[in-house]
């Protein structure tokens, strides 16, 4: 199950459970798009994988118990801001190859 992280890890922006700004890797690494968009390239500075929408839990209860109130999204931060220099170096290499093919 998705951990829905509260913030983008670079800036620390808030990503509540519903925005739609919230991007995520296959590791659950979470940047807001602006991050992934003009600092990442797409590429994330922890795997080197590619970034995707991160889905939205819903908040009510549709069906079998499967919304927020049942399962939480994760309240721990993990504010790491990445070195812009250090990434640029990084993505460098694969920044060329499509996510699906890295």
């Known amino acids: 199950m998705l951990q829905l992280r509260p913030s983008c890890e670079h800036c620390n922006k808030a990503l509540p459970t519903s925005s739609t700004e919230a991007r995520?890797?296959?590791y659950e690494c979470t940047f807001c798009a602006g991050c992934v968009d003009?600092?990442?390239?797409n590429v994330c500075p922890n795997c080197g994988g590619g970034f995707v929408p991160r889905?939205?839990?819903p908040a009510r209860n549709?069906?079998?118990d499967n919304f927020?109130?049942?399962h939480p999204a994760s309240t721990t931060?993990?504010?790491r801001p990445v070195d812009a220099a250090a990434h640029a170096l990084f993505a460098a290499a694969i920044s060329g190859?499509?996510?699906e093919q890295r």
């Open 62 to 64: 549709w069906k079998g």
């Open 68 to 70: 927020l109130d049942k």
């Open 55 to 57: 889905p939205v839990r």
């Open 77 to 79: 931060v993990k504010h």
């Open 97 to 99: 190859i499509a996510p």
């Open 24 to 26: 995520i890797c296959s």
């Open 38 to 41: 003009a600092v990442l390239g």
